[in-house]
């Protein structure tokens, strides 16, 4: 790979250890996937936030890093909790204390201190064209897919080096010719807001790491849903939507294959939507998403025995205050900076009803709790969480 | 034998190999408190699989078997991907892929240096 006379100095410790190491990760990635250079990124999104997945070794090399600083906009994922509603997250102490120790080394770095997996929407808005290093997959696959941005499904380590360095290798969706559709999918029905997450859990078994073209229309929050469980159940990075994504013109260049889908294949059976948490906000809630259930709950009051749980950024919550108010009285919980995934909430409830095929891929895990999920689509929720 | 590869981090480093034949989960199967891999002891041995994969905060994964005092003395494999290879440098643990790791049988004795990997010992096929 080639490397500039400056980044030359950076790898042989010119800028200190820190640096040095960040560099050579990004050397090392570019030389295994055959790229020719290091690009500059305009922003990153960073993973590896919560104590309960990177650990005590985790914060460890967080702080070996002393020194070290961020030079592009970077933004992190969601943590395990929002410390204004500790109590109803089973929280403990110890927990607290260092998930809290990790934020900080992160906002040492120079990072932004909002937690969200929807950095697109207030916090680090990326625009067509632009390269980024992202690391969260249903920010990484809205970037790409939705606006244009391109970054590849970086790991928490890699997204963190390019924050540092402000650079990343090129290769694989940051050429254009990596980009094309590899798979057209065929669905012969029209589609319900629910088909959105189903028919992404259903396609990311079957292609795992292709890019998939559909011909569907859906809303911004539609395609987000689509995107975030295509991305959770299989790795998928980009798709296209035909008349409605902004390179689908481009998309059919190579030859691709075809998936037949009918509505039988990802129709679920469940006969009732009666669950002990409802949860909306996997990814974080849109503005949008978050009027929808406000107009809904305007003069209504949550049942006695479920709770309406909505999950959103701090950006959204504080420029929305007046929508956050009526979810409130209506008796639901508006929380920011974590989510339905990575706080305890699979483990506090058994049966869980959600918009997201996201959720549903991973709470169903027993290391999230193995509840009982079910999607439907967010008038459904909203009107079987009321009196 | 001598095999050749490609350098992940460099270093030396000799031991007995521990083989996997299966990919790795790295969130997962590795387990850096106790220092095993699928419930065997890899600490100061050589660690031999083809490749990584699952989440990509795995990289922190390799990074505790250091941080416990637990990791390889070093790790060959097939193809280093974002998670292993991000994972071996902050870990600094001697790392070589694109080996042919069909050469290479558990209970071996290997020496790591940089890009290269020599067989100095097959385990006899006697129990």
Known sequence: MHLTKEEEHILDGKLGEGYARMMKILVKIGEIYGAEKLIPIKSAQISGVSYNTIGEYGLHFLRSLKGVKVSVPTTLNPLGFDSEHLSEMSVDEKFYKKQMEIIKAYLDMGIKPTATCTPYYYDNIPSFGDHIAWAESSAVIYANSIIGARTNREGAITALASAVIGKTPLYGLHLNENRHATHIIRTDFELKPVDFPLLGIHIGKIIDSGIPYFRIKGTQDDLKLLGAALAASGSIAMYHVENITPEWQNALIDKVEIINVGREDIEEHSDTVDGELYAIGCPHASPSELRIIAEFLKDKKIKKDAKLWIFTSKSVKREHQELVKIIENAGGVVFADTCVVVSNAGKIFSKIVTTSGKAKVYLQKKKFGGAKVIVVDIHTLLRSVVE | ?127
């Not at chain 2, 030396?12 to 969130?27: N, S, T």
């Not at chain 2, 220092?35 to 989440?55: E, N, Q």
């Not at chain 2, 290879?85 to 071996?108: F, L």
């Open chain 2, 1 to 127: 034998m001598i095999l050749k590869g490609r350098v992940i981090q460099e270093g030396f480093a000799r031991g007995e190999v521990v083989k996997f034949d299966e990919k790795l989960i790295v969130l997962g199967d590795i387990n850096p408190k106790d220092g095993t891999v699928k419930d065997i002891p890899v600490k100061g041995k050589i660690l031999v699989f083809p490749r990584g994969a699952g989440s990509t905060v795995g990289s922190y994964t390799i990074y505790g078997l250091r941080y416990y005092d637990n990791a390889p003395a070093g790790m060959i494999l097939e193809e280093a991907e974002t998670i292993v290879a991000a994972g071996a440098i902050i870990a600094e643990i001697p790392t070589v892929d694109m080996v042919d790791i069909s050469q290479i049988k558990n209970g071996d004795f290997v020496v790591i240096n940089n890009g290269t990997v020599e067989i100095i010992s097959s385990r006899p096929h006697t129990p």
